[in-house]
Structures are given as structure tokens and as C-alpha cells.
């Protein structure tokens, strides 16, 4: 397997993990009575704090799984995965670290993190694409 294949599949694997905790998260509140199974608001609205955050950094990698898939694809279709090996570990990096700082918190120095961390994902991600249509 490829160390951009491996990647991806880490980012579907992390992305499966959070939808994973979320589930768990939801069943806690439906069996401690807390919450109606049939009353969650998919954007995680309604779960203040934890419960939001964890949706929201759930979402956020469902939302950029395309680009990675895509790009990913993209170079394995023209066998250029040499342009995608190399730093398709640190997008998968850099995509843990932005959920999970995500998660802990909301603070503006968190937030800052989180930008970075998804900064470098745009980035090796521009990268990618620049050198896939050029080369």
C-alpha cells in the first residue's frame, strides 16, 4: 500500500473513530434520559460544549475528505503517487491535531492552532495540485 493510500484510509478510519465516540456520546444522553433518541440536531446545536465541538470536528473531516480523495485519486490515475507519498502522513497529522484541538476547546488560542493545523493541510494539498497539473 502506498504511504498515500495509507493516509487516506487514516483519514477515513479518523473520520469513522469520531462518528464512532459522537454515537456513544448521543447514546449516553438517550439512556441517561437526559435527551429524546429523535431530538439531536445534526450540526451538534444542541449539545453545548463537548457535544458540538465533537460534531463539528467530525464534520470538518467529512468535509475535507473529498480534496484529499480527490487529489489522492488524481495522482495515482497519472502513477505520480511520488508527489503525494512524501507528505500525505503530515496532512493526516495535521488533520488529527486540528480535531482534536478542536475538541478540547474553544479558546482563541485553540482556535489559532486549529487554523494552523488546517493551514498545512491546505497547503500540501495546494501543493499537490499545483504539481499534479503542471508535471
Not at 473513530?17 to 450540526?43: C, E, H, P, W
Amino acid at each position: 500500500m502506498s504511504t498515500t493510500a495509507w493516509a487516506l484510509a487514516g483519514f477515513a478510519g479518523w473520520f469513522i473513530l469520531l462518528t464512532f465516540v459522537l454515537a456513544n456520546y448521543r447514546s449516553f444522553l438517550v439512556l441517561s434520559g437526559k435527551r429524546a433518541a429523535n431530538s439531536f440536531r445534526t450540526d451538534g446545536s444542541d449539545t453545548p460544549g463537548f457535544g458540538q465541538r465533537l460534531t463539528r470536528a467530525r464534520d470538518n473531516v467529512y468535509e475535507n475528505l473529498p480534496v484529499f480523495a480527490s487529489l489522492a485519486l488524481a495522482a495515482s490515475l497519472k502513477g505520480r503517487l511520488d508527489v503525494t507519498d512524501g507528505l500525505a502522513p503530515l496532512v493526516l497529522y495535521a488533520r488529527i491535531g486540528q480535531s482534536l484541538t478542536h475538541i478540547a476547546s474553544l479558546s482563541v488560542i485553540a482556535v489559532f492552532a486549529r487554523f494552523g493545523f488546517y493551514l498545512v493541510q491546505l497547503a500540501v494539498w495546494a501543493w499537490w495540485a499545483i504539481r499534479l497539473v503542471t508535471t
